[in-house]
């Protein structure tokens, strides 16, 4: 499609455009922006139709403001990821490309091909930039935030509201991944009513594509089969379940006798035939993790349950090597490999900041960011002394000395003129 202006125009028109879209989305009709658009002096649109997919990508809810990625030519369309923000910040942001959104059709296709899938949990925003980043296709905010966020022994804890929180930050910061709320303890056991009710919260305040629940028998099975019919993509969780602790009497591998083995098949298979469109496997023997998978025709993710399932998840501060407390530590499992030791670097970087601090080391010159035009500092000055504020004064003038020897900030950006 060509936009064709010469002008500046079109860069302003866009901007009200997404202004229009981002902050009353609901206020303009498409329609009637493509032909606000369409009627500007000087725009040739060769085809309307497709003008809202060219501005935002729209297969998906989430990737309603993605941005188009960079062509030529000239101009581009720059839609931050974050819509209440300014173009320029102080902080910035991190520029993630634009990207499809990860569905139940792309997983199908994925685990049709026979390629693993990848799932990984993330609870806040920069966590679920990291995973968005690395092209995860499964993100699950799930209740393990309890443990590994909030320092709880036990998953129990965590509320609805607690998980609402977590979702929503985590649907700001992951525009690709599917996202997957993980129903706490206590928002579904009741019955499908319940499991309804804690489901919708989770799409309509969290911002999720799907929910978890954990257990394969009675009304969980029940709760499963009313949110599938619901129209809410639900998957399963057997095997370990963190949730049903009180009577398994711990966090303890399942299925490792061949009667048990065949309850979490049993149990797999009945969250498949309520509709689950795919099912966790944590902590299993892998024979009994293989004999699930090759058994069902939905994607088995395991987590502990060795290599032959159709994907695997781990937590993320567990696979970043996040624990450094003594009882973190206990808790990170055992089949958990570290793919880094991202605990030991904070901890490092911590102490080098504190021992900068204490010795005046930092800020340095080179971070001493903004400066005040030497007339201006003058005049200031000047007022404090009319004002009797010689001390402050004085303080002002030798800090000014200081800038004025020291050179240029290293980091300049635009948000600091
Ligand atoms: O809560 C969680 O993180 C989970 C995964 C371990 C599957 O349920």
């Keep these: 499609m060509v936009l064709s202006s010469g002008s500046f125009v079109l860069p302003r028109l866009t901007q009200r455009l997404c202004c229009s879209v981002q902050s009353c989305k609901s206020s303009l009709s498409l329609p009637a922006l493509q032909s606000q658009l369409v009627q500007t002096p000087g725009f040739k649109l060769n085809k309307p139709s497709s003008l809202f997919q060219t501005l935002f990508h729209t297969s998906g809810a989430h990737s309603f403001l993605s941005p188009k990625p960079h062509t030529t030519p000239k101009p581009q369309f720059q839609v931050r990821n974050m ?91 992951a525009r690709r991944p599917m996202l997957i709320g993980d129903l706490p303890f206590g928002s579904y056991e009741q019955g499908p009513e319940q499991a309804i009710a804690s489901a919708t919260r989770f799409l309509k305040e969290g911002g999720m594509d799907a929910v978890k629940l954990e257990g394969g028998h009675g009304k969980r099975v029940v709760a499963a089969q009313a949110l599938a019919e619901a129209g809410i993509a639900v998957m399963g969780h057997v095997g370990l379940t963190p949730q049903a602790i009180s009577v398994l009497g711990g966090f303890r591998p399942q299925g490792k006798s061949a009667s048990t083995a065949l309850q979490v098949m049993e149990h ?97 010159p080179a971070h001493t960011a903004y400066r005040i035009d030497p007339e201006q500092a003058q005049s200031f000055e000047r007022e404090l002394r009319e004002r009797g504020l010689t001390a402050a004064a004085e303080a002002a003038a030798e800090a000014q000395v200081r800038d004025l020897t020291a050179g240029e900030p290293r980091f300049k950006t635009q948000a600091m003129d």
Excluded at 113 to 128: H, R
Excluded at 137 to 142: A, F, H, S, T
Excluded at 288 to 304: F, K, S
Excluded at 313 to 342: E, S
């Design 83 to 173: 819509s209440n923000l300014p173009e320029s910040t102080v902080y910035g942001g991190p520029q993630s490309p634009p990207a499809q959104r990860f569905n139940l059709r792309l997983l199908q296709r994925k685990y049709k091909a026979g390629e693993p899938i990848t799932v990984v949990t993330a609870y806040d925003y920069p966590s679920a930039v990291h995973v968005d980043s690395a092209g995860i296709d499964l993100c699950l905010v799930g209740d393990s935030v309890g443990m590994v966020v909030h320092g709880h022994d036990t998953t129990l804890p965590v509320t609805m509201d607690d998980m609402i929180l977590h979702c929503k930050a985590v649907a700001r910061g």
């Design 268 to 364: 797999a298979l009945a969250l498949q035939d309520a509709g689950c469109f795919a099912v966790v496997l944590e902590c299993i023997p892998s024979p009994v993790a293989a004999a699930i998978t090759r058994g069902l025709h939905i994607p088995t993710i395991g987590i502990g349950a060795g290599p032959l399932t159709s994907g695997q998840v781990l937590v993320y501060h567990d696979l970043l090597g996040m624990m450094q407390h003594p009882h973190h530590a206990k808790v990170t499992p055992k089949f958990c490999k570290q793919y880094a030791n991202v605990g030991a670097v904070i901890g490092a970087a911590l102490v080098d900041y504190r021992n900068e601090v204490s010795s005046r080391a930092f800020p340095s």
